[in-house]
């Protein structure tokens, strides 16, 4: 035993130490607990293996019981280390020698043997030892358990010390100086849990009050003013708008919607986190954003036709307005603005999903947005972006998209919508992980009376987008859809998608600033 311990202090750590003399107590001589005790207090920082420290002591409880008989007692056990990246076991056999009988230490030609894992086997009848076997079964199992808890915890409490020694908000952390590619980077997006909100697709009631509920009873440090409604839908319902930024110091503005159509249940969704993110964020560069250009959002653009996918029928796609009773219902609003109205996929038949309407802005949700527009330019407001959030395609369309072929904008502009869509894909990338694609609209397929269209003749700068959110096409229903439909996401994609939103909007912000 005291050889054994001689060389156990070579391998060990005093980490050591409290486990084996938990079950070593009473139950060596005084002076091999001493030297176990010495043994085990090496100066060394190298650290055992804390998943093997279990079976060492087991193996020490099996020699204490076999002592009890009064016979010599032999057991192999192991001492795993991991000193600095270098694994390595030690295999040894311990010696206990009854305290009654005083036996001697084990002689000197014995050492290397039993370091070597190779000893002689006690004197016992296997008969014996079967039921001193059966006998102690149940509380090696009890100890086994014990023993692997702890270890459970032990790792644990390890892996969250070195989080916390990692993060830069550790004591003692200082936190990298910017270079001067980081010195041009969009504000950081905030981490922010939103909770039970978003284990399910509110109705469009609930989803609107937790945007003027977050207005109203939050100390925001981003001004903001929840406009309730800015016009009504066919069916009545309220169209809400929020204003996000100070419009005494900045007139530079983007507008961002969502819920045109209505069975694109992450564009509202998404846009709520988003907003989430922004009404608790103390980021210093994000609000300092805020004082450089103004959002005007409108979340909810088609309640109407929400609430009826929401409710009756999953995959409606338009507004709620009555063409001939008894007939198809609805109009695309997607296709009833004001640009290049009626140029291309937009259909005069009522029952098709693309009907664009009687004319242009014939309906009351694309005239709320029309009428917001002229409202906010007579009180000053610059628009300087725009971003329409779809659903699904993992996109980032620009325009032109109104012709069958490509119809020219500047030449300018042109390069800064391609630049700035690349932008966004990239940070949208670094955010959340998920790849976008960025393209001209009239490459997916051109469409006559959209709102992005609309949006780039009524800005000063024509940088308008719209972006068709999660799923890619690549990856429809491969992991994350329910049915095998793009537009049937889980909720459980409303957060990652609502960093997608966050940094789509942020790069905009800053790329007009």
Not at 218 to 238: C, F, H, Q, W
Not at 432 to 440: A, I
Request: with cysteine; net charge neutral.
């Amino acid at each position: 035993m005291h050889a054994f311990l001689l060389r156990l202090r070579e391998y060990t750590h005093q980490a050591v130490v409290p486990t084996m003399q938990s079950c070593l107590h009473h139950h060596f001589h005084e002076d091999s607990q001493a030297l176990l005790h010495e043994a085990c207090r090496g100066p060394r920082e190298q650290k055992p293996d804390p998943s093997l420290i279990h079976l060492f002591c087991v193996d020490a409880l099996n020699l204490i019981w076999g002592k009890s008989r009064g016979r010599l007692g032999v057991a192999r056990g192991r001492v795993g280390l991991c000193p600095r990246g270098v694994r390595h076991r030690t295999f040894v056999t311990m010696r206990v020698f009854d305290v009654d009988r005083k036996s001697d230490p084990p002689a000197a030609d014995d050492e290397e043997e039993q370091l070597l894992g190779v000893g002689r086997e006690p004197s016992q009848e296997k008969s014996d030892a079967n039921r001193a076997k059966q006998e102690r079964k149940k509380w090696v199992y009890a100890a086994l358990t014990v023993f692997l808890c702890g270890i459970l915890f032990m790792a644990l409490w390890a892996s969250m010390g070195a989080k916390k020694a990692l993060s830069p908000s550790a004591e003692g952390s200082q936190e990298p100086r910017p270079t001067e590619d980081d010195a041009e980077t969009e504000p950081k997006v905030p981490e922010v849990n939103v909770g039970e909100t978003f284990q399910r697709y509110l109705p469009a009631s609930e989803l609107l009050n937790m945007w003027e509920s977050t207005i109203k009873a939050k100390n925001l440090a981003i001004e903001m003013e929840y406009l309730p409604r800015i016009g009504t839908s066919v069916e009545g319902r309220d169209i809400s708008a929020i204003r996000m930024g100070n419009p005494s110091v900045a007139n530079k503005t983007v507008l961002v919607t969502g819920g045109v159509h209505a069975r694109e249940w992450i564009s509202p969704a998404a846009l709520l986190g988003a907003f989430l993110k922004i009404a608790s964020s103390t980021d210093a560069s994000l609000i300092g954003l805020f004082q450089k250009v103004r959002l005007l959002v409108v979340p909810l653009v088609n309640p109407d036709g929400y609430e009826f996918s929401l409710q009756t029928n999953r995959m409606w796609r338009k507004n709620r307005r009555e063409i001939q009773k008894g007939s198809c219902k609805g109009v695309d609003l997607n296709r009833n603005f004001g640009a290049h109205y009626g140029a291309a996929d937009a259909s005069s038949s009522p029952c098709s999903e693309t009907f664009r309407g009687s004319g242009a802005f014939s309906e009351p949700e694309s005239t709320a947005l029309r009428d917001l527009v002229d409202s906010e330019k007579n009180k000053g407001a610059n628009f300087v972006g725009f971003i329409d959030f779809h659903s699904y395609g993992g996109l980032i369309l620009y325009p032109p998209g109104w012709g069958k072929r490509p119809p020219t904008v500047p030449e300018g502009v042109e390069r800064e919508l391609q630049d700035l869509a690349a932008l966004m894909s990239q940070r949208i990338k670094q955010v959340s992980g998920y790849q976008y694609k960025p393209e001209s609209a009239q490459q997916l397929y051109p469409v006559g009376g959209s709102a992005d269209d609309w949006m780039y003749t009524v800005s000063s700068t024509g940088l308008s987008f719209t972006i068709e959110l999660r799923p890619s096409d690549e990856n429809v229903c491969h992991k994350v859809c329910v049915t095998d439909n793009g537009f049937v996401l889980p909720a459980s994609e409303i957060e990652p998608t609502s960093k997608d939103v966050m940094a789509s909007i942020l790069t905009m912000m800053e790329h007009v600033a």
